[in-house]
């Protein structure tokens, strides 16, 4: 099947589907549920999601409960570990939730699913302490002891997006684990979002903003059949800001970016400012417009900076994803596109629960081929 048609089953299923959305992804989760009850003829009266709760007492501390019957169901799990708008009452005080206390959730509700279950699956569209993926000296790596737990509570598949560094599935080598990439979801919105692009090595141009994403923008680039440049960061690793070494200059390597639309090709965007300065760095060498295109848009630090970037002319336009939770006030930016990947993720979950393979829902490279044809014939 097709990113835009239907399903044709052929695989025997795996049991009846459930899926279990954790409150961090309540509108992603109704999304998905919509889409397969569409595609299978399901009334609006039906639902595959799995009545579950997760509660607090008033110390802080918490428990999950399934309220409906989980036995023999292919059961789905989805949550969203930094959707920081997510709050509870401790000792009298509101706090936001933080990665540590979803992923925690997710454990509960594994736990409350009791062995019942035929097959558990997690969808985590941002891995959980995918950016705490190596060591470097005495210190934590929490995203393999994280996938290595999940495996052992008995979690038959982990289904992320666009992990940090994808090498982290070593750490789990013989379970399941599927980093998909969403390619073909972000060259949609940028085009159908862009209606003036010319796509030709002239006119257009992918950048890596580090050697880390070169991976991202060499696929990026090939599948429409342009350059690709890389900037290299140059750090100061005698000191340590905000959990990182900061960044002394950016490096460029790679052809004349002058007159050239370019387009940034990353994982995530953290506070911004790091791809605002390849931005500048870029226009001091007479780059035209620069999109941004990134699988997750955190802002750690606001939309300030963006909004500021955007009014000097130094960022066109910015690409992020619904898989992780996205601010209110993101939509009324001038600057901001989002990417649904609500029916990419349905796509996947129907066809998992039908053992079919998704090999041809995420390769990407004769879709994207398909997409510039038509948005080349259709100017």
């Not at 699956?121 to 929490?142: A, I, K, W």
């Not at 370019?262 to 620069?290: C, T």
Request: proline fraction near 3%.
């Amino acid at each position: 099947m097709d990113m835009e048609g239907r399903h044709t089953y052929t695989g025997a299923v795996a049991g009846k589907l459930g899926i279990i959305v954790h409150p961090s992804c309540a509108e992603l989760g109704r999304k998905i549920d919509g889409y397969i009850k569409g595609w299978r003829g399901e009334t609006d009266e039906v639902t595959f999601i799995v009545d579950s709760k997760c509660s607090r007492f008033g110390s802080g501390e918490a428990k999950a409960q399934i309220l409906e019957t989980v036995r023999g169901k292919d059961i789905y799990i989805i949550a969203d570990v930094l959707n920081y708008s997510l709050e509870y009452n401790m000792y009298g005080h509101s706090n936001r939730m933080s990665p540590d206390d979803i992923y925690a959730d997710i454990k509960r509700l594994i736990m409350a699913a009791a062995g019942k279950a035929s097959r558990i699956t997690v969808v985590m569209p941002f891995l959980y302490e995918s950016r705490q993926h190596r060591r470097n000296g005495r210190e934590s790596l929490d995203s393999a002891y994280a996938l290595q737990e999940l495996v052992k509570m008995g979690v038959d598949d982990i289904i992320t997006f666009d992990a940090h560094d994808p090498r982290i599935q070593n750490a789990i080598p013989i379970d399941g684990f599927d980093n998909i990439m969403p390619t073909y979801q972000t060259t949609k919105a940028l085009l159908d979002s862009t209606p003036d692009l010319v796509i030709d090595n002239e006119h257009l141009m992918a950048i890596s903003p580090d050697e880390g994403a070169m991976h991202r923008a060499i696929y990026f680039a090939s599948t429409l059949g342009i350059d690709v440049g890389m900037f290299y960061k140059r750090r100061d690793y005698s000191q340590v800001v905000d959990g990182r070494n900061p960044i002394v200059a950016h490096e460029f390597l790679g052809d004349d970016v002058k007159g050239k639309d370019v387009i940034i090709i990353d994982d995530m965007i953290a506070s911004g400012e790091s791809v605002i300065d390849i931005a500048r760095e870029l226009k001091s060498r007479e780059a035209n417009r620069i999109f941004c295109i990134a699988t997750f848009g955190l802002f750690t630090k606001g939309l300030g900076v963006f909004d500021k970037a955007y009014e000097e002319g130094l960022v066109y336009k910015v690409i992020t994803t619904n898989g992780i939770y996205q601010m209110p006030e993101l939509f009324d930016r001038p600057w901001y596109v989002s990417c649904d990947l609500s029916k990419y993720i349905a796509l996947i979950i129907d066809s998992l629960n039908h053992d079919m393979p998704i090999s041809d829902i995420i390769g990407h490279y004769e879709k994207i081929q398909a997409k510039v044809e038509a948005y080349i014939e259709g100017k």
